[in-house]
Nanobody, 124 residues
Framework: QLQLVESGGGLVQPGGSLRLSCAAS????????IGWFRQAPGKEHEGVSC????????NYADSVKGRFTISRDNDKNTVYLQMNSLKAEDTAVYYC?????????????????WGQGTQVTVSS
């Protein structure tokens, strides 16, 4: 069974850090482009970051550039999203998703396998 499982969410103060994990099972994650998306209450899904299959090219939304870093550990079949300097507006449910496309784009269309999401709350 193909599956993505996110973990690492939680409550953090503004300026703090969290590292989200996206663990894949049933397939080799390196052969897929992986994206991180988020959805805040009452808002549309927003593409946050992605890492392309094999080459590992990365892309970031302007709102997180310089603060978030995406990476992949092929030995652990896991993609990470390191989030630093967190702001209240980063509060959302974060999802990882996979696509067989080699293109790293921050659009929901094309990603056909999704995790269940992990809540990130940034608040003092």
């Amino acid at each position: 069974q193909l599956q993505l499982v996110e973990s690492g969410g939680g409550l953090v103060q503004p300026g703090g850090s969290l590292r989200l994990s996206c663990a894949a099972s049933g397939f080799t994650l390196d052969y897929y482009t992986i994206g991180w998306f988020r959805q805040a209450p009452g808002k549309e899904h927003e593409g946050v970051s992605c890492i392309s299959s094999r080459a590992g090219l990365t892309n970031y939304a302007d709102s997180v550039k310089g603060r978030f870093t995406i990476s992949r550990d092929n030995d652990k079949n896991t993609v990470y999203l390191q989030m630093n300097s967190l702001k209240a507006e980063d509060t959302a449910v974060y999802y990882c998703a996979a696509t067989s496309s080699r293109l790293c784009v921050l659009l929901r269309r094309g990603y056909d396998l999704w995790g269940q999401g992990t809540q990130v709350t940034v608040s003092s």
